[in-house]
Structures are given as C-alpha cells and as structure tokens.
C-alpha cells in the first residue's frame, strides 16, 4: 500500500509560530506529528509514504534525514539512540513530492501522482495536521474495511454538532454495518440546511488510484480550491465509497485550541 501525506499548506491558523516552525512539527511528546502520522501509515501496511511539502518547510525533509553524527553522541544513552534508529528506519519509507502553489488539499494529493503510478490497490491519504487518539490508529481499521469490501475506498468519518458543519466535508450515506455507511453524496463546508448529515470528513483516506485522474481534471471548487471532496464526490459515479466512523477521536493541530487539546489527549498532560 502507498501513502500520501499532504503537508504543504500555509498553516495561516497557527501564525505567528507556524513562520518558521511547520505545523506538521510541532511536538506531540518527543515526536513531532508528522512522524506520529508516518508511523500511522506504516502501521496500516503502507510500504511507502510520499510526503507532500513545500520549499518553505525544510524542516520536515531535515527531521527525517539520515545522520550518523547522532550515533557517536548518544553513545552512553542507548534508549534514545534506540528511537533514532527507528526514525532512521521510518525515514528509508519516505520520498518527497512538492506542492509549489498552495492550490488546496486536491492539488497537494495530485503532487504525489508520479509516485503511486501503476497503483491497483487503494492509496491511504492521510493529513498532515490531523491526528487521531484512541485503542486502534483509524488507518488500521480502515485498511480492514476496505479488505473486507473488495479493496473497496474507504473515508474516515466523525459526528460532529451540526452548528459545526460548515466548517468540514460532510456526507451523506446507507448504513451497512456498525459505523459502516455506503457513500451517496460528498458536499465540502455546506451550510446547516445543505448539509445531508452530521457525519463529517475526518483527515484519514483509503481511495481508489482512479482518484489521482478525478484530481487532474478538478475543477476548483469551495474557496478557489482544488477540492479532494469534490473529486471523491466524482469518484462515487464509478466506485463505491465506504465512510467508517471511527471510534478514535480526531485532533486538528492547525490551530492553538486544536494543539492544546491533542497534549492532553496523547500525553495525559491535563
Ligand atoms: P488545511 O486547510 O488544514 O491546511 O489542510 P492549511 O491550508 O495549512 O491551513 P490554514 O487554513 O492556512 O491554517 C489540511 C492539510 O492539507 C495540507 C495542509 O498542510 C494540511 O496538512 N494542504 C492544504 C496542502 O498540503 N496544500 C494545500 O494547498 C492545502
């Protein structure tokens, strides 16, 4: 399985710190998020993870960079030199496209095109400012979803009040199972009266290869932007698409209150 992670954007929510200091590495414990997601997608099979950056975020290239100067120095602490090892392990999975004009989150998926080619299976699609807590990482269950419907496109899902559906991608679906919906309809930020249910878009993706040639041909949709929705709306005439809600709670770290509150949920701190 391949996987994309698009962390590209502006993160304008987070000014001043996100300047210099991207969201996808801020610090959630001794991690930054970005590995967190890494290890998410690996833990769900994936066999290579395309990180989508942008030439202002050099750290997130440098984090997973291989250095053996950090052996010598960790020589008398071997626990750390241990989780090094690991970063080194996570980074031999990684390869980097670029997004040069922050065209929306589509337009970031598009950029890792060239290397999921030839695809059969599903693409995990996972953000970069997203994570999630819980028992079992949303990735993994939806990996199992979409084996046990035929590599079927998956979309992971969360409840969310409804004075808060404009803010999200929200669905409309046919319950099959247990927090399992057959997908109908896909609308980006509607307002109250459009939006079809409460069951919003939740930052984790398993979506059939056929999506990359849907993105190519995306026309740009709410804000001017290339608009994943938009092109997993056009991939339902074709596909079926599944929406899993996930136990997991999911946590935005593009914006101070959303940080705040993935601390606590991942580290107990509060
Ligand atoms: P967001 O809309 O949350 O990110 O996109 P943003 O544009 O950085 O946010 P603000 O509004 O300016 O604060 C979700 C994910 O998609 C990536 C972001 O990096 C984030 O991980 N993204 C978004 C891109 O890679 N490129 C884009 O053009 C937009």
């Known amino acids: 399985m391949k996987a994309v992670i698009p962390a590209a954007g502006y993160g304008t929510r987070f000014l001043p710190a996100s300047k210099t200091v ?8 001794s991690k930054p998020a970005i590995q967190l997601i890494v290890e998410e997608a690996i833990a769900a099979g994936a ?7 942008s030439k202002d ?52 998926v598009l950029q890792a095109e060239p290397f999921v080619r030839g695809e ?26 979409s084996r046990k419907y035929g590599n079927a496109s998956v ?33 980006e930020k509607p307002s109250i009266e459009e939006a079809p249910s409460d069951m919003a878009i939740a930052g984790r993706y398993l979506l059939d290869p056929e999506i990359f040639t849907l993105l190519a041909s995306q026309e740009t949709g709410h804000g001017g ?19 899993y809600v996930y136990p997991g709670k999911r946590h935005d770290i593009g914006n101070p ?5 993935t601390l606590c949920a991942f580290n107990n701190h509060c």
Do not use: C
């Open 155 to 187: 979309v992971g899902l969360e409840r969310v009040p409804l004075e808060k559906v404009s803010r999200y991608g929200i669905v409309s679906g046919e319950k099959v199972e247990e927090g399992v919906f057959k997908l109908g309809s896909l609308v």
């Open 22 to 29: 991207p969201k996808e590495m801020l610090p959630v414990g």
């Open 47 to 53: 066999d290579e993870v395309v990180i989508v950056t």
């Open 57 to 108: 975020k050099p750290s997130l290239r440098a984090h997973f960079d291989v250095d053996e100067l950090w052996h010598n120095r960790l020589k008398n602490k071997p626990e750390i030199d241990a989780e090094m090892v690991r970063l080194e392990e996570l980074s031999k999975k990684i390869s980097w496209a670029y997004q040069y004009e922050q065209k929306g989150l589509g337009h970031a």
């Open 120 to 145: 059969k299976d599903p693409v995990l699609v996972l953000l970069g400012d997203a994570l999630v807590s819980g028992k079992k990482l949303a990735s993994v269950e939806m990996a199992e979803i």
């Open 257 to 261: 209150q959303g940080y705040f509150e």
């Open 225 to 243: 932007e290339i608009q994943l929705t938009d092109s997993i709306q056009r991939l339902l005439s074709s596909r079926s698409v599944y929406g």
